[in-house]
């Protein structure tokens, strides 16, 4: 395979300019012929919310977020909660404090710029070996292996990886590093995730039209598909929780959930703790007639959430010992997290 790296390095990059994506935070070859130039901000801002999720959802986020904050100083400047509210329906809520984390550094210990190297990006909140590789050849153009999903799903159909994922990890990584092309580092890191993206598919990979279809080990024997190996699924924990939906004449009783731990510094409707027993005796937060509205479930990613909504309207001089009342008309002004927006779509319904 060895003797095969500068044919996979050409043909690859000779595909990319022909045909690869152009999307919003991207400088493409064609873009910086004409003399545009990559903005760090943008791009470091665009990795953070493409982890765990794709580019159709995540782009109008980033363009809303860039709407607000044009700069990383703007981002830095802003309230946090706003930050959280805006990333809500992204999941994954400490990247949205690690990012508000981030732009604070880069603002107060970085004059508003990104290091471009990997020690000082690494040093940054939120990002890690990935990230940092990615804005590393993306925004500076500077040798870097930028390894994501697509890619994994590459490299081992390029070489008939068959140890099981996540164990097969470093392996990817190697052979990956070693392909990867130090002279248009960007461009090359951008094209083998393209690939993966558009071409090296999870199911029905378009093998025909794979500028590797000649090196790839796994187009030769026919078990593309099979790649990358996965470990046995583990059943997914089921816990239980309940939330108290108290209305007050057109307000909503919320609280802010603990700093650490799952959504932490998120808005919540006040809630059980979550446990994987179903507790026979329900812990009320106060004596009342609860009305019963039903189960909404969500899916965490490493747990189940089964949450039993109950219902009550409190006398207009009622007051909550922790939290705030918040308007039913602007909720949409508060960092809720999906789950919570679940349980207040709730009312009346048996179950979802």
């Known amino acids: 395979m060895t003797s095969a790296i500068p044919r996979l390095r050409e043909t690859l990059l000779d595909w990319y300019d022909r045909e690869g994506r152009s999307l919003p935070w991207r400088i493409r070859p064609e873009d910086r012929s004409a003399g ?9 801002l665009s990795e953070i919310m493409l982890q765990q999720t794709t580019v159709p959802h995540a782009t109008p986020y980033w363009h809303r977020f860039l709407a607000l ?44 710029q990104f290091p471009d190297t990997m020690d000082g990006l690494r040093a940054l909140p939120g990002i890690g070996d990935y990230t940092a590789n990615a804005i590393l050849a993306a925004a500076f ?26 164990r097969a990890k470093p392996e990817i990584r190697r052979e990956a590093g070693a392909i990867a092309d130090p002279r248009r580092s960007g461009d090359y890191a951008q094209a083998i995730m393209d690939l993966g993206a558009t071409i090296c598919t999870p199911r029905k990979p378009d093998c025909a039209a794979c500028c590797w279809q000649f090196a790839c080990a796994a187009t030769q024997v026919g078990d593309m598909e099979h790649y990358p190996v996965k470990a046995p699924k583990k059943a997914k924990p089921v816990r239980h929780g309940t939330a108290w939906l108290v209305r007050r004449e057109g307000q909503i009783w919320l ?58 309207e409190v006398a207009a ?20 997290p999906s789950v919570m927006r679940k349980v207040l779509g709730s009312r009346g319904q048996s179950g979802r």
């Open 255 to 312: 609280r802010r959930r603990a700093e650490t731990g799952l959504l932490g510094g998120m808005t919540e409707v006040p809630s059980s703790d979550w446990i994987e027993a179903e507790s026979g005796r329900l812990s009320l937060p106060f004596e009342a007639v609860w009305m019963p509205r039903g189960v909404v479930r969500h899916i965490f990613t490493h747990f189940e959430l089964r949450l039993d909504v109950r219902e009550v």
């Open 317 to 336: 001089d009622w007051e909550p010992e922790t939290g705030y009342w918040a308007e039913e008309r602007a909720l949409d002004a508060e960092a809720l």
């Open 36 to 44: 545009d130039v990559a903005d760090p901000y943008a791009i470091w």
């Open 141 to 166: 153009d500077k040798p870097a292996s930028v390894v994501d999903g697509n890619v994994e799903r590459v490299i081992t159909r390029l070489h008939r990886i068959a140890t099981p994922m996540p």
């Open 69 to 112: 904050w044009p700069r990383v100083e703007d981002l830095a400047a802003a309230p946090r909660d706003d930050v959280l509210r805006e990333w809500a329906g992204l999941g994954y809520y400490a990247r949205a404090r690690n990012l508000h984390a981030c732009a604070v550094a880069v603002t107060e210990a970085h004059a508003g």
